[in-house]
């Protein structure tokens, strides 16, 4: 350790040498061992002010609840954020971890090898003079050499390419209600003792306490696939979504919509909040499922156009 640091020491003398004692201390801190390191996360202001494109992990804080202000302290936009994220994030909730990027547009990250410039451009754009012109922009946007204009340019996995003006028509999950603030829940997601069945039972979804009667809209579009009583739910409503994913509406009082009827998120009135089925009082049992129909904890849904589901245990 002491040969290492007696090393850079003398590095950084000849650098200061040979560069003049202004920048002497500069060079020091520069090679020299016991500089400390900088600090987990940037603040949106170093990001905000770069002049070059830069891009971080940003863990949501109690308290912080707007995605576009978060979007505004770090120079991007709301847009920008969603694309690169995946996610419409219209709710937020501490800990959530975002990447976050200084500049309009999508950070797109190649995951395959062997994938070209020109395979990134046709997944944004169609037509052959669209694609030119807006791998143009790519390639000015990303600093990339002026060759990657005239013949196949190969991308490494995982670098990070800014796609500019990226917007994203999102087809996400809401909370089934009229508000969308976030709801009590009386029961989560995962393992739980079971009130009425006095065991210990896996719980699908969500247990929201509504009163009687409260309207019932889809969390998201698509067709319904079931409509009536189904045995613990009670009287329970299923819709299938374009992506091959699931919801499911549980123990209502009332059914509005037939299987084979298309619905719309937060328009189609589905029905009402009920007690049927093993229920214990009025509430909505509310259950998002993947398309092999694992469940999948609405948390982790809302605001998400495609979900990842595990097998039960």
Same mark, same amino acid.
């Given at each position: ?23 002497? +201390?500069?060079?020091?801190?520069? =090679?020299?061992? /016991? ?6 996360? &940037?603040?949106? @202001?170093? $990001? !905000? ?78 037509? +052959?003079?669209?694609?030119?012109? =807006?791998?143009? /922009? ?6 990339? &050499?002026?060759? @990657?204009? $005239? !013949? ?162």
């Amino acid at each position: 350790m002491r040969a290492l640091a007696a090393f850079l020491l003398l590095v950084a003398a000849k650098t200061a040498r040979a560069a003049g004692p202004a920048d002497a +201390a500069g060079n020091f801190a520069r =090679f020299s061992v /016991l500089t400390p390191p900088g600090p987990d996360e &940037p603040s949106p @202001a170093a $990001l !905000a002010h770069a002049r070059r494109l830069l891009y971080a992990v940003h863990r949501v804080a109690k308290g912080e609840t707007s995605a576009a202000r978060l979007a505004k302290a770090y120079g991007t936009t709301l847009a920008a954020l969603q694309a690169t994220n995946d996610n419409e994030l219209y709710l937020m909730y501490p800990g959530m971890r975002l990447t976050v990027l200084n500049r309009d547009g999508e950070l797109y990250t190649v995951r395959r090898t062997s994938q070209t410039l020109d395979s990134v451009v046709a997944k944004f754009r169609s037509g +052959a003079a669209s694609r030119r012109a =807006f791998k143009e /922009l790519i390639v000015r946007a990303n600093n990339l &050499p002026g060759i @990657a204009l $005239l !013949a196949p340019y190969e991308l490494e996995p995982g670098r990070k390419l800014l796609i500019p003006g990226v917007r994203v028509a999102f087809d996400t999950y809401r909370f089934p209600f009229e508000s969308q603030a976030w709801p009590r829940i009386s029961s989560g997601f995962g393992y739980r003792y079971h009130p009425i069945l006095h065991r210990r039972r896996f719980h699908d979804g969500f247990d929201i306490p509504k009163p009687y009667g409260t309207p019932v809209y889809p969390a998201r579009s698509g067709v319904v696939t079931m409509a009536g009583w189904h045995e613990g739910y009670g009287l329970l409503i299923e819709i299938r979504h374009a992506n091959g994913e699931s919801t499911r509406y549980g123990h209502l009082s009332k059914i509005f919509v037939h299987a084979g009827q298309r619905v719309q998120r937060g328009k189609t009135l589905i029905g009402r909040v009920g007690s049927t089925g093993l229920s214990t009082g009025p509430h909505l049992h509310f259950e998002v499922r993947d398309r092999h129909g694992n469940p999948v904890n609405p948390k982790t849904a809302i605001g998400r156009s495609a979900v990842r589901g595990a097998p039960r245990k």
